[in-house]
């Protein structure tokens, strides 16, 4: 039987087909615990629990490592009869401590934890564990006083910043206790994580705009120095820096370039980079000041260019080019016509004529009488 240091061991010596023969307990030095219902041994932790001629049933409280070992069971007849029963105290560990190298350790070194079980029987067994991980340990076992035993375990890994905070668990496994641990939570330092928050403009950088950058800078500890800076460049000469923020006014593309932002702790250093880039200005339809147009209208004038006044400028004076041309071939159209008339009348008899009344008296068309109507070309 098992049992945990300072509890209680029941020991039953049962017999069969007594022939009202002498039962009586012994103990390891062989000493008569109880006689029948006689307990000779002057050590009250022992107690009749039941007593009949077939069984022998004796208590024993507090157990201590010096009850362990062989029990017998003794009956007394020709040859004795014996039985026995194997009693084992086993004893729980003490609270188990974590001892660390160091209390803080750096992002990227390596830490090593200790874990020690004091006093145990039989050795304990001890796991590591970081957060949901299991650690592989190198563990020492030193045997004590009393059958006693030490147990240590050693653990070495690297941290990162993820660590930070993360338990390691010690975790003991014995027979006489559960859930026995010691936990140590980590403390690790990092350098700081950086980066650049535009908060104007909301877009397109413009010629004009006002450009306004915050640095976000986290570690551990807190950064102490954060500094900007333009990458080959030296910073505009109105640029404003106000603790992690950066502010230039009135942008145009001479500032193109990447700004950079640097933050360190005592860890180290780091950087995060914003690239400018300045666009033209948005350009802009002058508001007409005459001839009110429909919203729908005015809304679809919206961004067009000017040239569209150039070309309804155009169309009218081609329109009156073309009608002016039209208007000057009908004229000559017109006066070609009357004159080669004139001339085809006036040559007819003009060689014989004195005059030109006579010429056209006498031209062919029967004009015979002078006093008929006259055709003249001035």
């Given at each position: 039987m098992s049992v945990i240091e300072?509890?209680?061991?029941?020991i039953s010596c049962r017999v069969k087909n007594n022939d009202d023969s002498?039962?009586?307990?012994?103990?390891?030095?062989?000493?008569?615990?109880?006689?029948?219902?006689?307990?000779?041994?002057?050590?009250?932790?022992?107690?009749?629990?039941?007593?009949?001629?077939?069984?022998?049933?004796?208590?024993?409280?507090?157990?201590?490592?010096?009850?362990?070992?062989?029990?017998?069971?003794?009956?007394?007849?020709?040859?004795p009869q014996e039985a026995y029963a194997d009693v084992t105290v086993l004893v729980p560990p003490a609270s188990p401590v974590i001892e660390s190298r160091e209390d803080v350790?750096?992002?990227?070194?390596?830490?090593?934890?200790?874990?020690?079980?004091?006093?145990?029987?039989?050795?304990?067994?001890?796991?590591?564990?970081?957060?949901?991980?299991?650690?592989?340990?190198?563990?020492?076992?030193?045997?004590?006083?009393?059958?006693?035993?030490?147990?240590?375990?050693?653990?070495?890994?690297?941290?990162t910043?993820?660590?930070?905070?993360?338990?390691?668990?010690?975790?003991?496994?014995?027979?006489?206790?559960?859930?026995?641990?010691?936990?140590?939570?980590?403390?690790?330092?990092?350098?700081?994580?950086?980066?650049?928050?535009?908060?104007?403009?909301k877009g397109l950088t413009r010629e004009g705009d006002n450009l306004d950058l915050t640095c976000s800078a986290e570690g551990k500890p807190h950064p102490h120095q954060i500094n900007w800076l333009r990458v080959e460049e030296d910073v505009p000469p109105h640029a404003v820096v106000t603790g992690s923020d950066l502010y230039i006014a009135n942008l145009n593309k001479s500032y193109n370039g990447t700004y950079r932002c640097v933050a360190s702790n005592v860890v180290g250093e780091a950087y995060d980079d914003y690239?400018?880039?300045?666009?033209?200005?948005?350009?802009?339809?002058?508001?007409?000041?005459?001839?009110?147009?429909?919203?729908?209208?005015?809304?679809?004038?919206?961004?067009?260019?000017?040239?569209?006044?150039?070309?309804?400028?155009?169309?009218v004076v081609a329109v009156v080019m073309f009608a002016i041309l039209c208007a000057l071939i009908v004229l000559g159209r017109y006066f070609a016509r009357h004159k080669g008339t004139y001339f085809t009348h006036e040559a007819k008899g003009a060689d014989d004529a004195a005059d030109a009344d006579t010429a056209i008296i006498n031209?062919?068309?029967?004009?015979?009488?002078?006093?008929?109507?006259?055709?003249?070309?001035?």
């Open positions: 300072g509890e209680m061991v029941t002498v039962i009586q307990l012994l103990n390891p030095n062989r000493q008569t615990i109880y006689f029948r219902d006689v307990r000779p041994l002057k050590d009250s932790r022992f107690q009749l629990v039941n007593f009949s001629d077939n069984e022998l049933r004796v208590s024993l409280s507090n157990v201590s490592l010096s009850d362990e070992g062989r029990y017998v069971c003794q009956l007394y007849t020709d040859p350790v750096s992002e990227g070194n390596e830490t090593e934890l200790t874990c020690i079980a004091m006093g145990s029987k039989p050795a304990a067994s001890i796991r590591w564990m970081k957060g949901e991980e299991e650690l592989t340990g190198e563990t020492t076992v030193e045997e004590m006083y009393d059958r006693m035993f030490t147990v240590t375990s050693r653990v070495r890994f690297s941290v910043k993820e660590d930070d905070g993360v338990p390691v668990d010690c975790i003991i496994d014995h027979p006489a206790v559960k859930d026995l641990l010691a936990q140590r939570h980590l403390e690790v330092l990092y350098k700081p994580e950086v980066k650049i928050l535009v908060t104007n403009p690239i400018l880039y300045v666009h033209d200005a948005p350009t802009t339809t002058p508001t007409p000041t005459t001839n009110p147009v429909s919203t729908q209208d005015s809304r679809a004038g919206e961004g067009a260019p000017q040239k569209i006044d150039h070309a309804v400028i155009g169309g031209a062919e068309g029967g004009h015979t009488n002078t006093d008929e109507k006259k055709e003249y070309y001035i």
